[in-house]
């Protein structure tokens, strides 16, 4: 990868943005549900720490 793509995804949270974001093209794309797991698991260790 390169350093200006290691820039975009520097840390968990970019890099799960990212990912989050390329489901919801997909969802657009083929018309398909999509459910946000990582951003749910995410939050929910929040709210427990």
């Known amino acids: 990868m390169a350093t200006n793509q ?3 995804l520097d840390s ?3 890099m ?6 390329g489901y ?3 969802k657009k794309k083929y018309r398909f549900g999509v459910v946000p797991v990582g951003m749910a698991w995410r939050d ?4 427990t720490a």
């Open 44 to 47: 929910s260790r929040q709210k």
């Open 6 to 8: 290691m820039a975009k």
């Open 24 to 26: 919801l093209d997909l």
């Open 12 to 14: 968990y949270e970019k």
């Open 16 to 21: 799960s943005i990212k990912v989050r974001d």
